[in-house]
């Protein structure tokens, strides 16, 4: 994976594995901004190239905090990002510019070697009487001249330095920018985070107040509740028992109390059917086996008894009562005739006197 734009080095090989390439936007128009960034005379095919993240400025990059203190895996262009920034290229200028100024230094020190060797050979020439010696010393001096040529060709302390101190100021500088430009980002996001924050605190103090209503209301009407449930209760006692009470609230399962039973039990002696029918509409009472199967005390015997004999007193007055009144029925029915008999009688005797006396 390599840079797209021109005379830039970065590939994913060369940079370290935090460093980010974006792919080419499918907006025509924004993807024309980018080919033309590229600067490439050459077609190539933007939707299988990619452009490093060096062309891009800090506010470019959406998720950078988010990145950075590690909330996010990949850095995310802003929509709409263009890219700006030739770093890559500036640094190949600043080379090429070093390389050139070098190169015409050692140009400049083989032009000096080279007429200082005339200026020796003519000298050479001219004093034919100098030594062996002498054309030694020649030699080694220019011998060292070479050598120094060589060392200053080599090193060239003076203009690496100016080199080096420019970089470094220019690459400080874009440093500088760099970081301002981050912290006004920042700036800008806190401030945005102030806006959400203050907003989200009145969001809160609302919800609060609402709740807080809600919870009074809340309250007030279970207060009412429970005063209406204690009423409830005490109406309950005063017509159920504990028993009949609890298998209103648990079901059929109750434990039955001894009085509870023995009361219900005269009810049932009394009049089965009624009790029968209280069963079947759900009244609390115990069952019908429970109450034939157990053995009632002597006061309510007693009471049981009472009241058989009151029915049986109730039903003979019941009967009496009735024969009186099919009695009575009788003796309507048959009075008529009797009248009836006797008027027909004297009306035969009245006809009879009346044919004797004609």
């Given at each position: 994976m390599k840079c797209a734009v021109l005379n830039c080095k970065s590939t994913n090989l060369s940079r370290a594995s935090d460093f980010s390439f974006f792919?080419?936007?499918?907006?025509?128009?924004?993807l024309e901004k980018w080919m033309?960034?590229?600067?490439?005379?050459?077609?190539?095919?933007?939707?299988?190239?990619?452009m490093c993240m060096n062309h891009f400025t800090p506010d470019d990059i959406e998720n950078r905090q988010k990145f950075e203190m590690g909330f996010s895996k990949r850095r995310l262009l802003k929509n709409?990002?263009?890219?700006?920034?030739?770093?890559?290229?500036?640094?190949?200028?600043?080379?090429?510019?070093?390389?050139?100024?070098?190169?015409?230094?050692?140009?400049?020190?083989?032009?000096?070697?080279?007429?200082?060797?005339?200026?020796?050979?003519?000298?050479?020439?001219?004093?034919?009487?100098?030594?062996?010696?002498?054309?030694?010393?020649?030699e080694d001096f220019l011998k060292n001249e070479h050598t120094l040529i060589e060392n200053q060709e080599s090193q060239n302390p003076l203009h690496v330095s100016y080199?080096?101190?420019?970089?470094?100021?220019?690459?400080?500088?874009?440093?500088?920018?760099?970081?301002?430009?981050?912290?006004?980002?920042?700036?800008?996001e806190n401030s945005q985070h102030r806006i959400e924050l203050a907003a989200a605190k009145r969001i809160?103090?609302?919800?609060?107040?609402?709740?807080r209503y809600a919870v009074q209301?809340?309250?007030?009407?279970?207060?009412?509740?429970?005063?209406?449930?204690?009423?409830?209760?005490?109406?309950?006692?005063?017509?159920?028992?504990?028993?009949?009470?609890?298998?209103?609230k648990n079901g059929n399962s109750v434990s039955w109390s001894t009085s509870d039973i023995e009361a219900y039990k005269?009810?049932?002696?009394?009049?089965?059917?009624?009790?029968?029918?209280?069963?079947?509409?759900?009244?609390?009472?115990?069952?019908?086996?429970?109450?034939?199967?157990?053995?009632?005390?002597?006061?309510?015997?007693?009471?049981?008894?009472?009241?058989?004999e009151q029915e049986q007193d109730q039903n003979q007055n019941e009967l009496q009562?009735?024969?009186?009144?099919?009695?009575?029925?009788?003796?309507?029915?048959?009075?008529?005739?009797s009248l009836q008999s006797l008027m027909d009688h004297s009306y035969s005797e009245e006809i009879e006197f009346e044919i004797l006396n004609e």
């Open positions: 792919r080419f936007p499918s907006e025509p128009t924004l033309k960034f590229c600067r490439r005379k050459n077609k190539f095919n933007p939707s299988t190239s990619v709409g990002a263009v890219p700006t920034l030739y770093k890559d290229n500036v640094e190949q200028e600043i080379d090429e510019a070093t390389k050139l100024e070098n190169k015409r230094i050692v140009d400049e020190l083989l032009k000096q070697y080279d007429a200082d060797l005339t200026k020796a050979e003519e000298l050479k020439e001219t004093t034919i009487d100098i030594s062996e010696n002498m054309d030694e010393d020649i080199t080096q101190n420019s970089g470094e100021v220019s690459d400080t500088e874009q440093k500088l920018i760099e970081l301002k430009r981050a912290n006004d980002a920042l700036q800008k809160l103090i609302g919800e609060q107040r609402r709740h209301a809340l309250s007030k009407r279970l207060t009412i509740v429970e005063t209406q449930k204690k009423n409830y209760e005490k109406k309950l006692e005063s017509i159920f028992s504990k028993s009949q009470i609890e298998m209103i005269v009810i049932y002696t009394t009049n089965s059917t009624i009790y029968k029918f209280l069963l079947e509409k759900g009244f609390p009472l115990p069952s019908i086996r429970l109450i034939e199967s157990s053995s009632p005390s002597p006061e309510i015997s007693k009471i049981i008894k009472r009241v058989q009562q009735q024969d009186a009144d099919l009695y009575e029925e009788e003796q309507q029915q048959q009075s008529p005739s």
